[in-house]
Every structure is written in structure tokens, then in C-alpha cells.
């Protein structure tokens, strides 16, 4: 069965005239899987009934199969995608009071950055998605939300995965959102660990899209701790490519601070911080750690928290302490996977 979220355009005209169809009905087609985002082949009413029937036989609408769901009393929708391979994959809507519908996507099965604290990292890498793969995600959020009348308004890439480790499907699935879901590049983020030649050929794109670092440590040895990638791109590496990207893109950057009690959430360590982003057109994102259980740390305290990014701006760094969503449920990257199946079968 051929995916038809796979095929561009172009691939898609001649899938069509292939079938014995004429090539204008591959526009119409078209319609129905971005425009009207059609979940079956019966709905496209505009459609003669010997391509519905060709399609039903030949393609497919998406390749992704829902495996487990859960909400969240602030309404936050995760989702357990099963893949055609076996391979499990995790997606979260998060509806916010002021009308935006982000959906979190991720990028890989698994993780090969090994982040100490992540559920992901923690059980390894299996392979990278396909730009369909990665795209579908969001269309199906898309899909549902059009649905109850509501649209899809933001996509993060801060799913399972590092984008930058699976640069060219990142990118491609990045402009179908932009294409055809009409996602606005500046309502997109792609958030990395710290890759630092791919953040310096990010910039370089010429994308309007915003890019997130995770940094969580400024010291070299304890930063490599958590993430081992420091050990490949150290600090003073990736703050390099950081300044790259915000000359050349003219845009700020986000970094991204898990706060764990007592390991990076002292005022000490704010300001470190702060000396290390003065002068950078940057915005920190202070977010409680969201404790898994190959990882001893704890979340930080509000009251620590606040202080934090107090000391922060004291040093001119824009920050905002941005507090956990979905906490009722599995809502960390990995964490409903490792719910299903077992911690000791995550790998």
C-alpha cells in the first residue's frame, strides 16, 4: 500500500495517472488530504468511484496506528503511535487558555543522545522517522482538532528524538507543515541538545523557524553528565554556533532548563548562567524537571524556581518559569512507552 502522505505533488500526479485516472483528479485528491484533511477515501465525494475504489485497494492514508491515549486534567493529550516495523513513538496536544493548540512531535524511535534524566535517552535509539512519519503526527492532531472546529496553531519538535541527528526528514517534514498544513514558520520550533555544525546549517536554511538548545549546565564536566553530547560539541562550541545562528537568522534564541532540585536550580547557578548568555539575544525556558524513574533528581521547588529566574534577569536575560504540563499522566517524552511495555523492555 503506498502512503500517500509520502508522495509530493509531483509523485502524487503520477501515482494517480498510473491508476488509469486522469492527472487533474490528483489535484483534487490533493484537497482532500491537506485541505480537508480527509480521514477516509469514502469522504472524497468529488471523486469518481473508480479512483475511490483504485485508492481503497492500492493506498494508504498515513501509516501511523494508535496503540494507547491519555488526557490530562489540564486537557494535554498524549499519544502511543505503533509503526508499521513495531517500532512505538510519542505525540502530545497541549491546549492553552488563549486559544493555541501545540502539538509536541517527535523526530526518532528512541534517542541515541542518552540524556541521563529523559525517558527516551534512557532507552536508547531504534531508528529515525521518515519525513511521512514525522508529519503525520501533527496532521492527525490537525485532523481532530478541524473536527471540533478548532485548528492546530503550533508544532515543537520535542518529542522522542534530536531532530538535528535526523537533520534532512526534520527538514522535510518541517516545510510539509508549513505547506500543506499552513503552519507559519515562526509558530514552529526545533529543539536540539546541542549539535552544533547542524544548529550552524540550521541557520543557514534561511527558515523563519525557531530553534531551542537544551542546555541545563554551564559547566563542561557537569553538563556532560547529563548530556553526553557535551563531550562531542563542548559549551564553549555550542555557544559559538548559538551566536552563528542569531547573527545570521537575525532571531533569538531559547535555551531550555530542566530545573532539578539541588543540582541546577540555586541562584549560583543562575548566575552563572546569566554570565554566560550577557550579550546574547536569548530567552531561557526555567521548567521543572520531569522526574522519571532511571533518575533520581527531583523537580525544583516554585519558590526556588522564582528565584532562579530572578537572579537571571538581573544579568538582562529574559526568562519565564514555564511549569509542567499533563503531571497526572505520562506526559514526558517516552515515559506512556515505558507505561505500556515495561521499563525492562524499553530497549
Not at 493555541?100 to 541515541?112: F, K, L, V
Not at 478541524?146 to 528524538?161: I, P, T, Y
Not at 519565564?320 to 499522566?329: F, Q, V
Request: proline share 3%.
Amino acid at each position: 500500500m503506498v502512503n500517500l502522505y509520502a508522495l509530493s505533488f509531483e509523485e502524487l500526479s503520477e501515482f494517480v495517472v498510473g491508476l488509469g485516472e486522469r492527472r487533474f483528479r490528483a489535484r483534487q485528491l490533493w484537497g482532500w488530504l491537506y485541505a480537508r484533511r480527509s480521514a477516509n477515501f469514502e469522504a472524497m465525494t468529488d471523486l469518481p468511484r473508480s479512483l475511490i475504489l483504485k485508492l481503497a485497494e492500492t493506498a494508504a492514508l498515513g501509516e501511523l496506528k494508535l496503540a494507547a491515549r491519555q488526557i490530562s486534567r489540564d486537557g494535554t493529550e498524549k499519544r502511543l503511535y505503533r509503526l508499521s516495523d513495531g517500532q512505538l513513538i510519542e505525540s502530545v496536544l497541549m491546549p492553552y487558555a488563549d486559544g493555541r493548540r501545540t502539538a509536541c512531535i517527535s523526530s526518532q524511535a528512541g534517542c541515541a543522545m542518552g540524556c541521563v534524566f529523559c525517558a527516551t535517552g534512557q532507552m536508547g535509539y531504534a531508528r529515525n522517522l521518515s519525513a511521512a512519519e514525522i508529519f503525520e503526527q501533527a496532521l492527525l492532531f490537525a485532523r481532530d482538532l478541524a473536527a471540533n472546529g478548532e485548528r492546530l496553531s503550533n508544532v515543537v519538535f520535542m518529542g522522542m528524538g534530536e531532530p538535528f541527528h535526523n537533520y534532512d526528514a526534520s527538514l522535510d517534514a518541517l516545510r510539509q507543515l508549513m505547506s500543506r498544513l499552513g503552519i507559519g514558520a515562526r509558530h514552529i520550533t526545533v529543539s536540539t541538545v546541542g549539535l552544533a555544525p547542524q544548529i550552524r546549517r540550521f541557520a543557514d536554511e534561511g527558515l523563519q523557524v525557531k530553534l531551542a538548545v537544551s542546555l541545563h549546565k554551564v559547566d563542561d564536566a557537569e553538563r556532560s553528565a547529563l548530556l553526553p553530547v557535551n563531550r562531542r560539541w563542548p559549551i564553549a562550541e555550542l555557544m559559538d554556533a548559538c551566536r552563528y545562528y542569531v547573527e545570521k537568522t537575525d532571531r533569538r534564541i531559547s535555551f531550555e532548563w530542566a530545573a532539578i532540585a539541588g543540582e541546577n536550580d540555586m541562584v549560583e547557578e543562575a548566575q552563572r548562567l546569566g554570565r554566560l548568555l550577557t550579550g546574547l539575544r536569548c530567552h531561557v525556558n526555567v521548567i521543572p524537571l520531569n522526574p522519571t524513574g532511571a533518575y533520581a533528581g527531583t523537580p525544583s521547588a516554585r519558590a526556588n524556581l522564582e528565584r532562579f529566574v530572578a537572579a537571571l534577569c538581573q544579568y538582562g536575560v529574559p526568562a519565564t518559569l514555564r511549569l509542567r504540563r499533563g503531571i497526572d499522566i505520562d506526559a514526558g517524552c517516552g515515559q506512556l512507552k515505558t507505561a505500556l511495555i515495561g521499563p525492562e523492555q524499553v530497549r
